[in-house]
């Protein structure tokens, strides 16, 4: 079964930093197009960043600069590292891969930032 | 990197059928077929409802249909049913740098 688990939320401070986790079970995330999307509260979905597979990376004027996208290959794992947080980053944050479309058709369930003092 | 239009609402009856538009540009919905809906119920994960503009992914009723003309796609659903209420988006390719837009989300009642 093709599943994404996220981990790495949790409260940090304005300015703080946090690294996010995506771990990848019946396919290779090396080999796919993986996406980190997010939610805010109550809001929308927005698109923050992809590593493509042959790792290329991309982002969301939002977080160019301060977010960095990359993965483990030996561990099947996408990360997500967010520095400089400031509140406007507080959301639920989604990994999503295109495993077999061009669309996302895997979706991990989600770990939520708060970025609060 | 503006967000798809979407109308913040709709509904409809057991039954009946309802569309939902999502609006962009000819650089996003209208330059490219890869437009994707996605369903999302409260404190779920969204999940794949159509992509490429029309095409349903196994397990998706036939009622979910998608269509697109110019800078507008659009989500039909047929038949409605309860568990259909849910949150849904668009989303669409928008190009070598932008890479992926959403719509802002329709919330669908059945009434």
């Known amino acids: 079964e093709v599943q994404l688990v996220e981990s790495g939320g949790g409260l940090v401070q304005p300015g703080g930093s946090l690294r996010l986790s995506c771990a990848a079970s019946?396919?290779?995330?090396?080999?796919?197009?993986m996406s980190w999307v997010r939610q805010a509260p109550g809001k929308g979905l927005e698109w923050v960043s992809v590593?493509?597979?042959?790792?290329?990376?991309y982002y969301a004027d939002s977080v160019k600069g301060r977010f960095t996208i990359s993965r483990d290959n030996s561990k099947n794992t996408l990360y997500l590292q967010m520095n400089s947080l400031r509140a406007e980053d507080t959301a639920v944050y989604y990994c999503?891969?295109?495993?077999?479309?061009?669309?996302?058709?895997?979706w991990g369930q989600g770990t939520m930032v708060t970025v609060s003092s | 990197q503006s967000a798809l239009t979407q109308p913040r609402s709709v509904s409809g009856s057991p039954g009946q059928s309802v569309t939902i538009s999502c609006t962009g540009t000819?650089?996003?919905?209208?330059?490219?077929?890869?437009v994707s809906w996605y369903q999302q119920h409260p404190g779920k994960a969204p999940k794949l409802m159509i992509y490429d503009v029309s095409k349903r992914p196994s397990g998706v009723p036939d009622r979910f249909s998608g269509s697109k003309s110019g800078n507008t796609a659009s989500l039909t659903i047929s038949g409605l049913q309860a568990e259909d209420e849910a949150d849904y988006y668009c989303c669409s390719y928008a190009g070598s740098y932008t890479l992926e837009v959403f719509g802002g989300g329709t919330k669908l009642t059945v009434l």
């Open positions: 999503a891969s295109k495993h077999g479309r061009d669309a996302f058709d895997i």
């Open positions: 590593i493509y597979s042959g790792g290329s990376t």
């Open positions: 000819s650089s996003d919905v209208g330059g490219y077929n890869y």
């Open positions: 019946g396919f290779t995330v090396s080999s796919n197009y």
